[in-house]
């Protein structure tokens, strides 16, 4: 069975996390749009993008057709299983991820809540190495540092001078 043909009956979840994103995407066009020119291109892409792939969700967990009564079965043992529960766990736990990474990110600005989620995030939630995890902290450190070079992009600083 297709995936997200399962979201309507089994995992609402999806949708409110949609809705979340949408309204985060929502406030983050909102406020690109006070930038300069050259400084709002990848906010104003970021968003437009997040903001595309939230209506197509919303619309696909709207116009899914109903499962059938074979399909209804199935959904009904799994949740009894606890798969709906562990999904909205998963829901509401990566939801206080990514409002707590906006909040640092207000605090104490981009570079040290990028390298303190993302290690949290990946030894929390993956259990990745340490090596793992130094690496993917570089490169999406690198990535952030390149993309404001070349797109001249004043990120976040917080109250801390870094």
Request: hydrophobic share 55%; net charge neutral.
């Amino acid at each position: 069975m297709h995936a997200l043909t399962k979201i309507r009956t089994l995992d609402p979840a999806v949708l409110v996390f949609s809705a979340i994103l949408f309204a985060v995407f929502s406030g983050g066009f909102v406020a690109a749009l006070n930038m300069g020119f050259a400084q709002r291109l990848l906010p104003l892409t970021v968003c437009s993008l997040g903001l595309i792939l939230c209506l197509a969700l919303g619309l696909k967990f709207l116009t899914a057709p109903e499962p059938s009564a074979t399909q209804a079965e199935d959904d009904v043992l799994s949740t009894f299983d606890g798969a709906s529960e562990a999904s909205d766990t998963a829901t509401l736990r990566y939801t206080v991820w990514m409002f707590s990474y906006l909040v640092a990110l207000w605090g104490l600005g981009l570079w040290v809540s990028t390298i303190v989620f993302t290690a949290a995030f990946l030894w929390i939630e993956r259990r990745s190495s340490v090596l793992s995890i130094a690496t993917v902290s570089a490169i999406t450190l690198l990535t952030a540092y390149s993309l404001g070079r070349m797109l001249n992009v004043t990120w976040p600083t917080g109250f801390l001078p870094f």
